[in-house]
């Protein structure tokens, strides 16, 4: 669960002085955080091709550190994810169950 990632996260944040900038900075991070995301998938489904010699940066470790700036927001806030997860999967479960073709089985 995502408490877990809450917890370790904050233990380490908080041997400073400061342990979360604030809201609009870790928004600023997380802004920063998910457009490295989509540069990724335009290089590899966009039309933006990556330019000779840049670096490739892995996808999954872009996602981790959009995970890890969201888990700073709600840890600023004081709010267990936990929770709000389950809601928006029982949402989507419910309230969209229906909106969607299904594989034929």
Avoid at 47 to 62: I, N, Q, V
Avoid at 77 to 92: C, F, Y
Avoid at 97 to 104: M, S
């Amino acid at each position: 669960m995502l408490h877990d990632y809450q917890k370790q996260i904050d233990d380490e944040l908080q041997q400073y002085e400061v342990p979360y900038w604030a809201p609009l900075s870790i928004l600023a991070r997380l802004t920063e955080e998910v457009g490295e995301v989509a540069r990724i998938l335009n290089h590899q489904f966009g039309d933006k091709p990556k330019k000779e010699g840049e670096d490739h940066e892995l996808l999954e470790d872009e996602l981790a550190d959009v995970i890890y700036a969201a888990i700073c927001i709600a840890n600023s806030q004081g709010i267990d994810l936990d929770p709000a997860m389950e809601r928006a999967i029982n949402k989507l479960s419910t309230r969209d169950k229906d909106r969607f073709k299904k594989k034929q089985i």
